[in-house]
């Protein structure tokens, strides 16, 4: 029976969801087997209602569109759903390590509603252990492909389908535990919105679910348009290497902001690229993009807590809208192209859709953070089975208006690194060392967050690989701000210095003794450097985080003394910092770091006809 539904029962309903989501990621990962999803946490987990549209905006989950594409009415209590397949999927699986459960929600006999786990697995084959290569051609050296299929139908498993899947995986327990952990964690989500629609009935049901998502897009509509400037603004960011060639690959955009609605343009990207940096998301309206790129808006709330209430789920494909170039471009791969480190430019999405909102909002939005790559090493067991050892590695977060950057915070929401205990225990790998890599943070009056500085002794002879970004481009700093500390790994064998390596490589040998080191970037500053409290930058000096000499160089303070009493010269900073505002040009509102000077002053930025410099632009200062 209908009842009415007033703000409290909205209220309740809205947190029962999100809780039900908490119980589902806590059953996976209660009940999974690989490190990467159990103790690393790279899995998302969503529910929807019986139009596919994703209810909260914890997690940007995937989508439920290939369930529609693929079955239509087929669809059936009992019925597993499963998928890996980048072209096939909506544009909402990236590469072929996701792999995405689907489970249908009846109540008595109607459909209520999906709900979805996707989670990163250890290796579903391919060319190279973990199932990332860098150096690949086509999808299909990346591992098996599998389009949308029914691993249940009615209640009945699929054991063909299901023995072909494990069949290919290097590590067949784990991939197989995975997966029963994820069906039976939808399952349990399943129940949870069975509840509700047994406490208030379906009908009210539904017309909460229009009212949850409705709220999102008027929220965004009443508290976070009006703070950008109607207009055109264009912006690009860039990808060093695809594995084969080592240049910049250029990801644009152009926004279009009006009253009602924000029109992002990715026209002018470059071409696909041979190796594994593309990114298919010209599917379905875009929406998978257009839900991955909205929570960038939060950062406009007038407050952190306001930002941490505002919810984006389903609403904003009402608000934000796309376009898309014509096949052939990064973003807009023909089918087969290599994706696995599709991560890079989905990185990459969030950095352009920032930059044009730094410029139509007075520089009011943080600078660039690049805090995912995934490194490891592998070798085999004394009974030949795969070994390996592989981790998704944070970086600095951006410095932003109101507070400095997070020391290695990870992009996948709730990630974490391996604790040193259980790698050790599990791995032959030694954990000599994890700290904060000193003056890793770009320079800001609000400076960026920390990344890793990690050190691991080999114990065994094995295998590096590393699927890493910004190696040579920084995260860029905003509205004066400098830009963030590259990530770097290298190697140092017994009597020889350490011997640095590209961030993308697969199958480096290390030996037995030998000592891999990696530091991950720092996020980029915010504001003017100058403008930063002296007591700050002492603080940060005294904790090892900034050298003296980075002190002065990069905030203009001058440190004496040493160890505990390090102090600040007062009267000399102030000279320094008057010496230095007077002798510098006007700051831009971006800051790339030296490596990209250096490719801009050689000649190596090429720009589509009719696109202007992006970086030509002031900051706002005072």
């Not at 459909?111 to 290569?133: I, K, R």
Request: aromatic share 8%; with cysteine; net charge negative.
């Amino acid at each position: 029976m209908k009842t009415t539904l007033g703000p409290i029962e909205l209220e309740v309903i809205t947190g029962t969801i999100r809780s039900a989501e908490v119980e589902i990621e806590a059953a996976v990962e209660r009940a999974a087997r690989s490190p990467m999803i159990r103790d690393q946490h790279d899995y998302r987990v969503g529910l929807y209602d019986a139009k596919g549209r994703k209810l909260t905006g914890r997690s940007y989950g995937s989508l439920v569109e290939p369930v529609f594409e693929f079955f239509g009415d087929d669809i059936n209590p009992g019925d597993v759903f499963f998928w890996n397949d980048p072209y096939n999927s909506s544009g909402s699986c990236g590469h072929v390590p996701d792999l995405c459960t689907t489970v249908p929600i009846f109540h008595e006999g109607r459909l209520l509603g999906f709900a979805q786990v996707f989670g990163h697995h250890d290796d579903v084959g391919g060319c190279v252990p973990g199932s990332l290569p860098v150096q690949v051609r086509d999808q299909w050296g990346e591992g098996l492909v599998v389009p949308p299929a029914k691993l249940y139908d009615r209640g009945v498993l699929n054991e063909t389908a299901f023995r072909i899947i494990e069949r290919n995986s290097r590590l067949p327990e784990h991939l197989r535990g995975d997966i029963d952990s994820e069906i039976g964690a939808c399952q349990l989500g399943s129940r949870r919105l069975i509840e509700l629609a047994e406490r208030y009935g379906v009908e009210t049901l539904e017309s909460a679910f229009d009212s949850i998502i409705d709220n999102c897009a008027e929220t965004i509509r009443r508290e976070l348009l009006p703070k950008i400037a109607d207009g055109v603004y264009t912006f690009e960011d860039y990808i060093e290497s695809d594995g084969f060639t080592r240049k910049l690959f250029a990801m644009r955009i152009t926004m279009t902001k009006t009253a009602e609605k924000i029109t992002l343009d990715f026209t002018g990207t470059d071409p696909e690229a041979e190796g594994p940096i593309n990114w298919a998301i010209d599917y379905c309206e875009g929406r998978f993009v257009r839900k991955w790129l909205g929570p960038v808006l939060r950062c406009l709330a007038d407050s952190p807590e306001r930002a941490a209430e505002i919810d984006i789920n389903e609403g904003i494909l009402d608000v934000l809208d796309v376009r898309f170039p014509e096949k052939g471009t990064l973003v807009t791969p023909h089918f087969g192209r290599p994706t696995g480190l599709r991560f890079f430019i989905l990185i990459r999405s969030l950095g352009i859709f920032a930059g044009v909102l730094a410029k139509a909002t007075g520089g009011k939005m943080p600078a660039d953070h690049e805090t995912i790559r995934i490194w490891g090493m592998h070798s085999r067991e004394s009974d030949g089975k795969l070994s390996l050892f592989r981790e998704v590695l944070g970086g600095g977060g951006p410095g932003r208006p109101w507070a400095d950057g997070s020391d290695v915070v990870h992009i996948v929401p709730n990630s974490r690194n391996l604790p040193a205990e259980f790698s050790e225990q599990r791995y032959p790998v030694l954990v000599e060392s994890l700290a904060l890599q000193t003056d890793s943070a770009g320079a800001g009056k609000r400076r960026g967050g920390f990344g890793y500085d990690k050190r691991v002794r080999a114990l065994r002879d094995c295998f590096l690989l590393s699927n890493a970004d910004r190696s040579e481009l920084a995260p860029y700093g905003v509205n004066g701000g400098v830009a963030g500390q590259p990530y770097g790994v290298s190697i140092e064998s017994d009597g020889g210095g350490p011997r640095s390596l590209p961030g993308m490589v697969d199958d480096v040998p290390v030996r037995a003794g030998d000592l891999v080191r990696l530091w991950t970037t720092g996020g980029g500053g915010w504001g003017d450097p100058l403008d930063r409290e002296t007591e700050l930058v002492h603080y940060d000096v005294l904790c090892g985080l900034v050298t003296p000499e980075a002190a002065e160089s990069e905030y203009g303070v001058v440190v004496t003394g040493t160890g505990n009493d390090l102090v600040v010269d007062a009267d000399a900073t102030e000279r320094l910092r008057d010496e230095r505002r007077r002798g510098r040009d006007t700051l831009g509102m971006f800051d790339r770091g030296e490596h990209f000077r250096k490719v801009q002053s050689a000649g190596g930025l090429v720009w589509p006809e009719g696109w202007s410099d992006p970086d030509d632009w002031p900051a706002v200062t005072g």
